[in-house]
T-cell receptor
Framework: DSGVTQTPKHLITATGQRVTLRCSPR?????VYWYQQSLDQGLQFLIQ???????AKGNILERFSAQQFPDLHSELNLSSLELGDSALYFC?????????????FGPGTRLTVL | DQQVKQNSPSLSVQEGRISILNCDYT??????FLWYKKYPAEGPTFLIS?????DKNEDGRFTVFLNKSAKHLSLHIVPSQPGDSAVYFC???????????FGAGTTVTVRA
């Protein structure tokens, strides 16, 4: 158990809908990262928050947004969903905002868009 | 643009033998490299890391080798055990780049 929690585990929805994925980092970790893993591919970095502020952005679509709250949990909002958004979404946390810190991953949310 | 590449999608090895997983990278700004292990329906689990100031790091049965001039790293697992059957991801980051760039993964199967 990494100490990172994600809810829900599974989400099935229809095209055009909006969903929210939630992540709670390990106790004491200030950084939260979101990654997307599509079928048979590696993890693609979406966005990072550090202590409530956006720190880095990757290949995140404009239809996607995220935020980190004062209690350090984070939410990833996906809107106007398309079939191609079906994927595993992982949240990770680390103690600091960068440098030589390994990231600890949650179990992921599997999103299926029908 | 795939900056971290794992060119072998799968590897099959007999129990007790050595597993060697390879990873190549293109970004010369990367200075921290990690290996993660992933079981089905679970998130990736950190396995071992190495910074660019070293060329080898060992932790029990796992050793990571880094060849900076070739932009290549490898993970050795000795001896391989059935519980090592999983997908292994190579990842890299720079000290000024907080995200991890991942390879596509190598599925390791350890045969009894």
């Amino acid at each position: 158990d990494s100490g990172v929690t994600q809810t829900p585990k599974h989400l099935i929805t229809a095209t055009g809908q909006r969903v929210t994925l939630r992540c709670s980092p390990r106790s004491g970790d200030l950084s939260v990262y979101w990654y997307q893993q599509s079928l048979d591919q590696g993890l693609q970095f979406l966005i990072q928050y550090y202590n409530g502020e956006e720190r880095a952005k990757g290949n995140i679509l404009e239809r996607f947004s995220a935020q980190q709250f004062p209690d350090l949990h984070s939410e990833l909002n996906l809107s106007s969903l398309e079939l191609g958004d079906s994927a595993l979404y992982f949240c990770a946390s680390s103690a600091s905002g960068g440098g030589l810190n390994e990231q600890f991953f949650g179990p992921g949310t599997r999103l299926t868009v029908l | 643009d795939q900056q971290v590449k794992q060119n072998s999608p799968s590897l099959s090895v007999q129990e007790g033998r050595i597993s060697i997983l390879n990873c190549d990278y293109t970004n010369s700004m990367f200075d921290y490299f990690l290996w993660y292990k992933k079981y089905p329906a679970e998130g990736p689990t950190f396995l071992i890391s190495i910074s660019s100031i070293k060329d080898k790091n060992e932790d029990g049965r796992f050793t990571v080798f880094l060849n900076k001039s070739a932009k290549h790293l490898s993970l050795h697992i000795v001896p391989s055990q059935p519980g090592d059957s999983a997908v292994y991801f190579c990842a890299a980051s720079g000290s000024n780049d907080y995200k991890l760039s991942f390879g596509a993964g190598t599925t390791v199967t350890v045969r009894a």
